[in-house]
């Protein structure tokens, strides 16, 4: 292991794109699948593993929206996100904010309510155990209608309090933001922060119309908006967050290579990107692995990497006085390294 890696390693950090559903382990979904008596199309660990090749976003969805069947109780949403924090603790995560889609469930009539509060258990038990501080993001799947998200929108009303934001996820291409703007204007109206992804695989059109339409805080993914020279500088002047994934990237074809990743050159027009891991059960590697792989490819510095870990912090919703706080931390761990 290089010097920088083991910089990495220790490196205190946020993760602000992980899909829960996108953290289930081959090994966990089998578990699940027996204890539920649920029938798997793979006769092992290993061939399902051996399934996870992917040309394209809607391939994986298709294996992702499949493997989410096995999650039935309380229970089974409180294994995943409990299993999902400890790997990110021991990753120096200190804080998360975590996507689900309830829809995913909802539609195989799982009531909202136990996905929540399963989700939200581990949540309160990992800050109580291990420290780490949380927020929620809801994320509509955009290849559903805009009228299943304001009925999902309505369904979490009452855990309001318990919800940070709402994103926009699932098939991007066909399904632009627009389709969403009057859904996103209600939650904007009622205070919750909004993100989407954008610009993974459909055009920077999207990026644009998830900042004009939206009103977005932070963008998901972003790749495509480096194919707009106007856009990238807006992005930069108004100092707009992306929660990069290099390897979801890599494994969904959306680059060839990481050494074509575009954060070298979103980090060079000084956009204010941060590494995040998407959906690491799926993709080969969790938050770390994602550094490091792209600090190998990509050559990036020590200070690229405090940056990275510096913007993870600025762009997340956690209050200010915890900010303050992963910010102190941060610098601590700076003047030692
Ligand atoms: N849902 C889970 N992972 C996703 C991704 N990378 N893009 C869009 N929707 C997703
Ligand atoms: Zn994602």
Redesign the pocket.
């Known amino acids: 292991m290089t010097e920088l890696h083991d910089f990495i390693d220790g490196l205190p950090k946020a993760e602000l794109h992980v ?1 829960i ?2 953290t289930l382990e081959p090994e966990l979904m089998f578990a699940l699948a027996k204890r539920n008596g649920i029938a798997l199309p793979y006769a092992s660990v290993e061939e399902l593993r051996a399934a996870y090749s992917f040309n394209n ?1 809607q391939e ?2 298709d294996l ?1 929206y499949q493997g989410a069947q096995v999650l039935i109780t309380q229970q089974d949403f409180y294994d995943l996100t409990l299993a999902y924090l400890k790997r990110a603790h021991t990753d120096q995560v200190l804080h998360t904010e975590i ?1 689900f ?1 309830p829809q995913t469930h909802t539609e195989r009539g799982i009531a909202f309510q136990t996905v929540f509060e399963g989700i939200t258990s581990a949540l309160s038990n990992a800050e109580r155990d291990m420290g780490i501080t949380s927020e929620l993001i809801l ?1 509509f799947l955009r290849h559903l209608s805009e009228e299943e998200a304001i009925e999902t929108y309505e369904a979490a009303l009452p855990y309001r309090d318990r919800i940070a934001g709402f994103g926009l ?4 291409k066909g399904h632009p933001p627009a389709k969403f703007e009057r859904v996103f204007a209600r939650v904007r109206a009622a205070g919750f922060r909004i993100v989407a ?1 954008a610009g ?1 695989e459909g055009p920077p059109e999207y990026v644009k119309d998830a900042l004009d339409l939206l009103k977005v805080d932070r963008i ?2 972003g790749n495509r908006a480096l194919e707009d020279n106007a856009l990238v500088e807006r992005l930069a002047r108004e100092a707009m967050p992306l929660t990069v ?1 290099p390897l ?1 990237n890599l494994s ?1 074809a959306v680059v060839k290579d990481l050494a074509d990743h575009p954060l070298r050159r979103m980090l060079d027009a000084g956009l204010v990107a941060t590494l995040n891991s ?2 690491p059960a799926y993709f080969g590697g969790y938050v770390n692995q994602n550094f490091r792989q792209t600090q190998s490819a990509l050559n990036l510095t020590k200070d690229e990497l405090a940056l990275l870990a510096r913007n993870s912090f600025t762009a997340s919703f956690a209050s200010e006085e915890r900010k303050t706080e992963l910010l102190g931390i941060l610098d601590s761990y700076l003047a030692q390294a």
């Open positions: 899909h559903e996108g976003l994986f969805l992702y996507f889609d994320c996820d699932s098939s991007e992804h993974e998901d993914h994934c979801s969904l998407d959906d």
